[in-house]
């Protein structure tokens, strides 16, 4: 990672690195994460990323609300040992028309933790690329009016 990392910041760009993790990990393993990530001064650490969604095996293993309380503890160690780091909460978007952010009742407390908090919603979506073609009528598409 040393050597990309020097040429990503060479280039004047902020380095994000992105990590799935069991929220059932001991405080022990994050405590190396986070000294592991220590040397590399300032950077931003996305913690399971589309955590509202049910595609990844964090969110098969615990409920919502234990994969929020977990983006937490993870935070705190990594805020202790590696101060640097800058943690990245991304969640689904706000339901409809009710300004009420997806699941909002399980990830409070980790929105107000966080160093910096994404949506993970686009106006356009295709998630079957590059495997098939976005045709009308298709399902692995999506477009959403602004």
């Not at 393993?29 to 990323?49: C, E, T, V």
């Not at 955590?51 to 969110?59: E, P, Q």
């Not at 202790?80 to 969640?91: F, G, H, I, R, S």
């Not at 908090?117 to 998630?127: G, M």
Request: charged fraction near 25%; include cysteine; hydrophobic fraction near 35%.
């Amino acid at each position: 990672m040393s050597s990309r990392y020097t040429l990503v910041r060479r280039h004047g760009q902020d380095v994000t690195l992105t990590l799935t993790i069991d929220p059932r990990v001991s405080d022990e393993h994050l405590i190396a994460i986070a000294k592991d990530l220590r040397p590399f001064g300032r950077l931003m650490l996305r913690i399971n990323h589309e955590c509202t969604g049910d595609w990844f095996a964090y969110n098969k293993r615990c409920t919502y609300e234990e994969v929020g309380a977990f983006f937490c503890r993870a935070h705190k160690i990594i805020k202790e040992y590696a101060p640097n780091v800058q943690t990245v909460l991304c969640t689904g978007g706000v339901e409809g028309d009710t300004n009420i952010l997806e699941k909002e009742d399980c990830f409070a407390d980790a929105v107000r933790c966080t160093d910096q908090w994404s949506l993970d919603k686009y106006f356009a979506l295709h998630w079957g690329w590059p495997y098939d073609i976005a045709e009308r009528g298709g399902t692995s598409h999506n477009r959403l009016n602004v």
